[in-house]
């Protein structure tokens, strides 16, 4: 017996078809897409008139927040960062049950843990007017 290898023909796979593919996607997706250009953003912003204010407002209660995450409670500081001590601060400026505005500033460098801490006991307490600002770093 006589094995003989036959010549085979190399394999290869022809490419034309699939551009064809491509291409006929690409016609599709260029055709069918539209562009719109937004010219601008759809806000709501407050409103304001140039009344005077009444002088029965309440004092805002300003907590700032140092870059060691030490806090102050309108500009005497705390002991020390717990949340415990936050909390019972903030407790004994709450007069009759009314809670005034809050305003907590923190500058560039604060820990952000510290800025979430506060916001947490503000929350708890039952704060509903809450503002929050910041202020550079000391140079």
Not at 112 to 135: C, N, P, W, Y
């Amino acid at each position: 017996m006589r094995f003989q290898r036959r010549n085979r023909e190399e394999v290869s796979v022809n490419l034309t078809p699939l551009i064809d593919v491509v291409f006929l996607l690409l016609i599709f997706f260029m055709v069918s897409t539209t562009f719109t250009k937004e010219t601008h953003l759809e806000i709501d912003l407050p409103e304001t008139t140039a009344e005077p204010v009444s002088g029965d407002l309440p004092k805002a209660i300003e907590i700032i927040i140092d870059e060691e995450g030490q806090y102050s409670v309108n500009g005497l500081p705390l002991i020390n960062t717990q949340e415990k001590t936050l909390r019972q601060a903030m407790l004994k400026l709450i007069v009759d049950d009314k809670k005034p505005p809050l305003v907590i500033t923190a500058d560039a460098k604060t820990p952000h843990q510290s800025v979430v801490t506060a916001m947490d006991v503000s929350g708890r307490l039952g704060f509903e007017k809450l503002s929050i600002t910041t202020k550079q770093a000391a140079e």
